[in-house]
């Protein structure tokens, strides 16, 4: 199985980076996590991109805030698919780097997922995964019927409670 690739910005970044370790590993899908700055280590948040696929990745998730560079950096440097997670700071509430992540120039696409959005990102790579791997597509099947059942059983409590 390829390996999801995880890059944030900042180690600040960690508890929205620990959602989506948490989703991968509950599925089953080797990652690599490394603190890389598209503008503090370039080269080296470069040199990761360049190499991806080459060293087992299939996706990648990048994570920033503020400017939120990381992701169109990551993507200007490999055609793998390249998740963008805008992360929530202490000026704008998110929405700077939600629109520094989601308005990339054409010929440079990066998926962007909620400010913070850290399991969809985990989930969305391993939608991307899943395309060439049955046993992961299953396993995603398998956990939406689980979420499916989870929402039912809040909604028989509710009903009961309420009569």
Known sequence: MKKVGIVMGSDSDLPIIKKATDMLDALGIPFEVHVYSAHRTPEQARD???????????????????????AGAVA????LPVIGIPCKGPVFDGMDALLATVQM???IPVATVAVNGGANA???AAQILAVEDKELAAKLDAKRATDAEAVLAKDADIINRLK
């Open 76 to 79: 200007a440097n490999t055609t």
């Open 48 to 70: 990761f991109s360049v190499n991806a696929r080459a060293n087992g990745f299939g996706v990648i998730i990048a994570a920033a805030g503020m400017a939120a560079h990381l």
């Open 122 to 124: 985990a989930l969305l």
């Open 105 to 107: 120039p054409t010929g």
